[in-house]
């Protein structure tokens, strides 16, 4: 019994076809929902009729969206990558800056005989874990 010989190569390649185009349709439906739910500038009766206009008539409505909405769906999405991006810029200063701070102060603190090196590189390992201030004494309680 041979099962390949009942599905010819031309319906395999239909078949694929077939799949990806609903796979690329399902992912584009996605992105179209995201960016209308994202918008501050469409209120809550645009997105209602967007939304029944993409459920009822499935693939004209996503078109449609795609070329009144495209080019703005563009812009917010750089837009929005351009804010995450510098948020996680800041934080990565803020982070990087305090602890290059807390052992700067240590250094300084060694260099003039108030703590022993032993301490310095706890502080020093607590600054680069990033578990608090180096300068706070950790208390049991």
Known sequence: MVIGADYPLADVIWTMLVFFGFVIW????????????GRDDVGGWGKAGWTLFVIVLPLLGV??????????????????VQTTQAQFDDHIRTVAGGAAGEISQAKQLLD??????????????RALAGNGTASTPQYAG
Request: proline share 2%; no cysteine; aromatic share 14%.
């Open 63 to 80: 078109l449609v969206y795609l070329i009144a909405e495209g080019k703005g769906m563009a812009q917010r999405r750089v837009k929005d």
């Open 26 to 37: 399902i992912w584009t439906l996605f992105m179209v929902f995201a960016d209308l739910f």
């Open 112 to 125: 003039s005989g108030a703590i022993t090196p032993q301490e310095f590189e706890q502080i020093k390992a």
